[in-house]
């Protein structure tokens, strides 16, 4: 079927697969050039660039991809993603907890021009997204 889109002021993230058992599959497309603040969560990630050269945060220093490079993002592991210039577009896979619900909750919340950070936050909790605070957010 046709896939759930779902739209935030800086991305794009088509939902291709959600009802798969513990893995899911979405294509993000993203001008973020600062990206969420570097966390953790409950499940694993590989991220395939299909376009643009997204910088990845991970193991405390900044990756930049390119088109055709993947990055895996372990449960667990603190991390984080901004695309500096133009646009990126990723195919992600999750397995584990569903990223379907804790995208949505978010894009809702970004779209809230009421919505405060602490919204966020209490909302990436109920997920089992934590944030990452150690030295605050990654440097340039």
Known sequence: GDAEVLRSP????????TDAGDVQVAEITSTDRVGPPPHTQEWHEVQYVLAGEPEFWLDGEWHR?????VEVLPAGVAHTVRVPEGEARLLQVTM???????????VALDNDPAASGSAKGAAATRHGVRGVR???????
């Open 65 to 69: 991809l390119a088109p055709g490079d």
């Open 96 to 106: 584990g907890a569903p990223f379907d619900a804790f995208i949505r909750d978010m």
């Open 10 to 17: 800086t991305d794009v993230i088509r939902l291709l697969l």
């Open 134 to 140: 150690p030295g605050g957010r990654p440097g340039a």
